[in-house]
Nanobody, 119 residues
């Protein structure tokens, strides 16, 4: 079992910044990939950024956030972050933390945190 708890969402003006955190607990050694997803009203959930947890870290970003968002993991704190800069109104969504498990198609999700960017 893995538990994921997000924090850091809120209301920000366009051009501003926010940092989301995802604290992981439980069987964290079983996590192979972590990621941030978002879902805007009336839209499907989409991948924002992903990061592998092995030694050869691989990172990928959605084209819409490249150059503005940065994903990272602090292993000492068992926490994943999403630094979001130059925010746009179209970044408004509920952001979810995700963890994939080695050798399994099962994934864990956090409860989500709302990010609202005003124009």
């Amino acid at each position: 079992q893995v538990q994921l708890v997000e924090s850091g969402g809120g209301l920000v003006q366009a051009g501003g910044s926010l940092r989301l955190s995802c604290a992981a607990s439980g069987s964290i050694f079983s996590i192979s990939v972590m990621g941030w997803y978002r879902q805007a009203p009336g839209k499907q959930r989409e991948l924002v950024a992903g990061i592998t947890t092995d030694r050869n870290t691989k990172i990928n970003y959605a084209d819409s956030v490249k150059g503005r968002f940065t994903i990272s993991i602090d292993n000492a704190k068992n926490t994943m972050y999403l630094q979001m800069n130059s925010l746009k109104p179209e970044d408004t969504a509920v952001y979810y933390c995700n963890a994939d498990i080695y050798g399994s198609s099962y994934a864990y999700w956090g409860q989500g945190t709302q990010v609202t960017v005003s124009s």
